[in-house]
Every structure is written in C-alpha cells, then in structure tokens.
T-cell receptor, first 117, second 114 residues
Framework: AQSVAQPEDQVNVAEGNPLTVKCTYSVSGNPYLFWYVQYPNRGLQFLLK??????LVKGSYGFEAEFNKSQTSFHLKKPSALVSDSALYFC???????????????FGAGTRLAVHP | GAGVSQSPSNKVTEKGKDVELRCDPI?????LYWYRQSLGQGLEFLIY????????KSGLPSDRFSAERTGGSVSTLTIQRTQQEDSAVYLC????????????FGQGTRLTVV
C-alpha cells in the first residue's frame, strides 16, 4: 500500500532563511506526489506535484520540491522564508489499486511551519 | 462554478440528530473525495467517488456514515445519529480522472455536535 510520512510535527525557521519540510514515501510502482498548504481557517491549497521528469519541481509562492528516488523523499523547500509562509503543510501520494486503477490521495500527518521575524 | 463549493459552511447539531453535508465539485471533474479533519490535525480519508460509483469507501468510520453522488456531480455526505466525536471539519475535493491530477479542495463544513 502507498504511504507518506512527515517526520517533523513542527519546523521553526527565521525569516529570510531557507526552509525544508520533509516527506518520505513508500509506493509500489511510479509515485505521484503532491504538496498542499493550509492557512489558518482555510481549505487546502495545492502547491506543486511530481509526476515524472525533472526531479526539481517548482510550484506556487516560490516553493519547490526535490524528488529523490534513491532516498524515497520529496522534501519541500524555499530559499528564503517569509512570515506569511507560516501554515500547515501536507505531503500526499496517489493511492494505486493493484488492478491498475487510481484512487484517493493519501496524506501525511502534516508539518506546522512557523517562520519567526 | 470556479471552485469546489461546500454547504453549509458551519453546522451545529444536537447529539442524535442526522445531518447532510453537500459538495458541488468543479464542473467536469469526475473524481470526488471526502475527508475530515479534526482541529488542526491531519486529514482522514472517508470516501472516493469516480463518477457516481464509490470504488473506495474504506474510510467511513461506521454505518452511521453514508455518501452518494448523483449525475456525476453533486455529492451528499450523511451522518445519522450524530455523536460528539463526529465534530470536525469535513472537506470535499474534486479532480479530473487520472493519477497525475491534483485535487482541488473546498473550504469545508465545520460540524459541531453538542
């Protein structure tokens, strides 16, 4: 079965510093990986995805993520953090049905990012 | 509409009452998902629709929970005999069919059972 893990409940970073939010995955077959962000009292917003091709994926709000097949990781990064980046971040993987169909998105537990001035 | 629409945005109900939550997906999206989120926590999968059928309903917590989708569009999540532990934000999402498409989420329905 497909799964994702976000090993950090919370990440703290100073404004202007680079940030990394970690995600590892376990899949059978090709992974379809996604990052979402949730601001307080808001729904989830899509940030970026990895389907195939270039291992460095660029997304919204200056975020990017690096797909690493050998380490089964898909870490979210940003070169310079903003206070407004403070939010809850979720990594997700597309669930696959053994018969070859596609299914729901499986989400990690989430990582709370706090960017301090 | 431009996005996924959920109604009501807030619902307060008494323990033991039935509630219906509605989701209007993005037009043309054949896949529809229901999740729930307890306060500030992760997402718990409930049910997945492809068209009007539900190939995965493994996340429904009990037989008090049911969902349907009609016309390949609107979906209704029904909770019967609500309990306090049902209090959460119920999120609906939709996407085109296929593994490479991201899901678009609605703003959610905040359910409070008193």
């Amino acid at each position: 079965a497909q799964s994702v893990a976000q090993p950090e409940d919370q990440v703290n970073v100073a404004e202007g510093n680079p940030l990394t939010v970690k995600c590892t995955y376990s899949v059978s077959g090709n992974p379809y990986l996604f990052w979402y962000v949730q601001y307080p009292n808001r729904g989830l917003q899509f940030l970026l995805k990895y389907i195939t091709g270039d291992n460095l994926v660029k997304g919204s709000y200056g975020f990017e993520a690096e797909f690493n097949k050998s380490q089964t990781s898909f870490h979210l990064k940003k070169p310079s953090a903003l206070v407004s980046d403070s939010a809850l971040y979720f990594c997700a993987v597309r669930d696959l049905i053994p018969s070859g169909g596609y299914n729901k998105l499986i989400f990690g537990a989430g990582t709370r990012l706090a960017v301090h001035p | 509409g431009a996005g996924v629409s959920q109604s009501p945005s807030n619902k307060v109900t008494e323990k033991g009452k039935d509630v219906e939550l509605r989701c209007d997906p993005i037009s043309g999206h054949t896949a529809l998902y229901w999740y729930r989120q307890s306060l500030g926590q992760g997402l718990e999968f409930l049910i997945y629709f492809q068209g009007n059928s539900a190939p995965d309903k493994s996340g429904l917590p009990s037989d008090r929970f049911s969902a349907e989708r009609t016309g390949g569009s609107v979906s209704t999540l029904t909770i019967q005999r609500t309990q306090q532990e049902d209090s959460a934000v119920y999120l609906c999402a939709s996407s085109p069919f296929g593994p490479n498409f991201e899901a678009f989420f609605g703003q959610g329905t905040r359910l409070t059972v008193v």
